[in-house]
Nanobody, 115 residues
Framework: QVQLVESGGGLVQAGGSLRLSCAAS????????MGWYRQVPGKQREFVARITNTGSTNYADSVKGRFTISRDNAKNTVYLQMNSLKSEDTAVYYCRAANGVIIHWGQGTQVTVSS
């Protein structure tokens, strides 16, 4: 079992930056995949980025070149650096920890980008 707590969301102007953090209640060293997803009202939650325990990363096409995911195993924390934000990035951002079929979600943090 692991609890995930996101932080760092807020209101930012288009073109600005935010860094989201996801703090885990225990070591994430052995967790295969840590990722970020986002959801807007009325739409399905969508994949944003993931990082494996070996450091491999994947990104949604919509955020490639603008967002960077990283993990600090010593701090049990995963980050999402978001640059060149667009109004379409507005959503609730969720942290996800996946080890095989065992998946845990955080409670989400709101990101609002004003144009």
């Amino acid at each position: 079992q692991v609890q995930l707590v996101e932080s760092g969301g807020g209101l930012v102007q288009a073109g600005g930056s935010l860094r989201l953090s996801c703090a885990a209640s225990r070591s994430i060293f052995s967790i295969n995949n840590m990722g970020w997803y986002r959801q807007v009202p009325g739409k399905q939650r969508e994949f944003v980025a993931r990082i494996t325990n070996t450091g491999s990363t994947n990104y949604a096409d919509s955020v490639k070149g603008r967002f960077t995911i990283s993990r600090d195993n010593a701090k049990n924390t995963v980050y999402l650096q978001m640059n060149s934000l667009k109004s379409e990035d507005t959503a609730v951002y969720y942290c996800r920890a996946a080890n095989g079929v065992i998946i845990h979600w955080g409670q989400g943090t709101q990101v609002t980008v004003s144009s």
